[in-house]
């Protein structure tokens, strides 16, 4: 089943021309448009005419997350805020977020992709999805709303949490599709069991996971426990949240060349690398509006596949992402970087300078420990002074990150430390 | 008024062992004894024969450590004393945060207390002839 077919099927050779045409576009629209890149052309000596096809793309800058930063909160859009119809934001490094703006035609075009991708993993209009995505200036929830809408289906906008109500409403609804986090779903299964039921009586059939990194594995023991069809998703924050699926052939998810133009680098050279072989995934947004984006550079690990595929689809497949090029962490599918938890920790003064990141899943679910040094100026007094403390740092954190985080207060001296580059996070989380 | 020792400590195996081992190795006794568990850590409170020494041992061991007054109290050991002080304290409205005893060869039984209002509770308890005026060692 296709949603847009002769998109979809398009050749491969239309495709590059339309992919050259937009991206002619792109260029002097940002040229014109953009502040930000205006003075990046200007500083590297590079005028729109420069780049004529898809050939040229090495010449442009990449963009980076550095950069959404500096130009917080519209330095970064190429329209007057007067077209921009929604905003997105993600938590950001150091206090400020990562801010997204998005036109009626970003909004249409995100849309457009995530149906293409619902109806190639065999979604209908007869569906019942229950989206289980948080709503909100996270991406998930209002992205999979829109398309699920679009395409006829029914949409069940639960969001996150709640996981007594989400099985009593699968089950009374009927619904037949959900879309969550690979370990949302599997903690579901288990709770599920431990209300005297199982995911297997309900209808559900088939599953849309991302917005963190799993494995063949986990797939293989959500589809045990559950019974249904998992599928990858994948999308950014900045790109637009969730955008690209598997579809059934699931070998790889379809990144739809029409709207967007994929390269996979060497992180440390920016070189690209060979077709099949691993590297960061660089994105340039050939449709995007509002804040278009050059050589995106996402951070994600992944390989790149042209080759047509089986189910007729031409536009390339990334594989499942492999992992992270820098040091983001995903807990609970919210992004979180080490240095917003270190800022958080030095601005309380009772506290040290050394902490440790421990990551752990624990009955699905993923669960981070954050322990930190006490210095001297603690008071030691009472137990609830230093549970004020701990219980401060926590929502703090909470308040930065969007995610909980256990403190576990620790004496002086008793942490690790490193000479040269510091290995402050302990991943013992298995995906 | 005797001095007391605070040590703040993870609730971890082998954490009790590392602070006794310090007082172990610098050959101090303990007199009085007692952790407030407070979750993944807690708060080891106790009375030692060499206060200032025992300090400066946990300090430079890394541990943070504090030295506070509390008051202690001689008691007879025998039914209704703890019984006897409460009431004083709280009849005059005195709140006690903590309470910890330990009764010894040479000492009667004594009772370690922390109040919210040392300068009154100390009145009240020298008025009722039970306040430990001498020296732990």
């Not at chain 1, 998109?7 to 014109?32: G, H």
């Not at chain 1, 998992?230 to 924050?237: I, W």
Request: with cysteine; proline share 4%; charged share 25%.
């Amino acid at each position: 089943m296709f949603w847009n077919p002769s998109m979809e099927r398009m050749p491969v050779e239309d495709l590059k021309e339309i992919q050259e045409k937009k991206l002619r576009a792109l260029v002097n629209n940002v040229y014109n448009y953009s502040p930000f890149y205006k003075r990046k052309f200007k500083e590297l000596g590079l005028h729109p005419s420069d780049i004529r096809g898809l050939e040229d793309l090495p010449k442009l800058p990449f963009t980076k997350k550095q950069d959404l930063r500096d130009n917080y909160p519209f330095g970064m859009f190429a329209v007057p805020i007067s077209q921009i119809v929604r905003f997105h934001a993600s938590s950001g490094t150091t206090g400020k977020p990562t801010l997204v703006g998005y036109t009626e035609n970003d909004i249409r075009m995100w849309v457009e992709s995530l149906c293409r991708g619902l109806v190639s993993c065999g979604v209908t209009h007869e569906d019942i999805v229950q989206i289980a995505y948080g709503y909100g200036l996270f991406t998930g929830g209002l992205g999979f709303h829109y398309a699920v809408e679009k395409i006829g289906a029914t949409a069940l906008p639960i969001s996150t949490g709640n996981t007594a109500r989400q099985i009593e409403l699968m089950k009374d609804l009927g619904v037949t599709v959900i879309a969550c986090t690979p370990s949302y779903m599997l903690y579901m299964a288990e709770y599920a069991e431990k209300m005297g039921t199982s995911i297997r009586e309900t209808s559900l059939r088939i599953g849309i996971f991302g917005a963190e990194p799993w494995s063949e594995e986990t797939r293989k023991r959500i589809e045990e426990k559950t019974g249904i069809t998992a599928y990858d998703v994948y999308g950014t924050s900045e790109l637009s949240g969730p955008l690209f699926t598997e579809c059934t052939e699931r070998n790889g998810l379809h990144i739809w060349a029409d709207h967007f133009l994929v390269e996979v680098i060497d992180p440390k050279t920016g070189e690209n690398v060979g077709e099949g072989e691993k590297g960061e995934l660089v994105v340039t947004t050939l449709s995007k509006e509002a804040m278009p984006l050059i050589r995106w550079r996402t951070g994600d690990i992944t390989i790149l596949e042209t080759e047509k595929c089986n189910c007729g689809r031409t536009h390339p497949r990334i594989m499942r992402i492999l992992g992270r090029s820098d040091d983001m962490l995903i807990v609970r599918g919210v992004n979180v970087f080490p240095s917003q938890i270190e800022h958080v920790l030095m601005q309380i003064p009772e506290l040290g300078e050394h902490y440790m990141i421990i990551l752990d899943r624990v009955e699905n679910l993923d669960v981070m420990t954050i322990q930190v040094e006490l210095n001297q100026k603690v008071s030691i007094e009472k137990p609830g002074e230093i549970l004020n403390l701990k219980r401060k740092v926590e929502e703090r954190l909470k308040s930065v990150l969007g995610v909980h985080a256990n403190v576990e207060l620790v004496n002086p001296g008793t942490l690790q430390r490193f000479e040269g580059k510091a290995k402050r996070i302990i991943d013992r989380r298995k995906i | 008024m005797i001095r007391q020792i605070s040590v703040f400590v993870e609730n971890k195996p082998g954490r009790l062992a590392s602070v006794t081992g310090v007082l172990f190795e610098k050959g101090i006794n303990l007199r009085a004894f007692m952790i407030a568990d407070a979750g993944d850590f807690g708060i080891i409170r106790m009375v030692v024969d060499k206060t200032d020494e025992a300090y400066k041992a946990l300090k430079e061991a890394g541990f943070t450590v504090a030295i506070n007054e509390v008051l202690a109290v001689e008691v007879e050991d025998k039914p209704g004393e703890l019984y006897r002080i409460a009431k004083a304290l709280g009849d005059e409205g005195i709140n006690i945060d903590y309470v910890y005893a330990f009764t010894s060869e040479k000492h009667k039984a004594l009772i370690i207390f922390r109040v919210d209002n040392l300068e009154r509770a100390v009145k009240i308890l020298e008025r009722i002839g039970v306040l430990f005026k001498g020296r732990i060692d």
